[in-house]
């Protein structure tokens, strides 16, 4: 059986907090988020939506372009997440 990794990143509703992350199960891992399960950051800041992701076979893949994405400027990181959702709409629903 052939996994699969994400990189995500998810907002707040004003959309001015992002946050990050790499996970096996998105669909999970995103739903802990909207739960606020999520301690620190995610939590403080009510980062419960998802408007943007990626999909890889490679867990090393994924990890290097968090790391990657991360090391990002905010212009930078938002000029990629607009490539996918230009109107930073949750992407939640599309992937449940």
């Given at each position: 059986?052939?996994?699969?990794?994400?990189?995500?990143?998810?907002?707040?509703?004003?959309?001015?907090?992002?946050?990050?992350?790499?996970?096996?199960?998105?669909?999970?891992?995103?739903?802990?988020?909207?739960q606020?399960?999520?301690?620190?950051?995610?939590?403080?800041?009510?980062?419960?939506?998802?408007?943007?992701?990626?999909?890889?076979?490679?867990p090393?893949?994924?990890?290097?372009?968090?790391?990657?994405?991360?090391?990002?400027?905010?212009?930078?990181?938002?000029?990629?997440?607009?490539?996918?959702?230009?109107d930073?709409?949750?992407?939640?629903?599309?992937?449940?």
């Amino acid at each position: 059986m052939i996994k699969t990794y994400y990189i995500y990143i998810m907002s707040n509703f004003k959309r001015n907090a992002l946050y990050a992350g790499v996970t096996n199960n998105l669909k999970r891992r995103v739903w802990e988020h909207k739960q606020n399960l999520v301690k620190g950051f995610t939590q403080k800041y009510q980062i419960h939506d998802l408007i943007y992701y990626e999909i890889f076979s490679n867990p090393i893949s994924a990890i290097e372009r968090e790391k990657q994405i991360k090391s990002w400027s905010r212009k930078r990181k938002d000029e990629l997440i607009k490539t996918m959702n230009p109107d930073l709409k949750d992407l939640y629903g599309e992937i449940i």
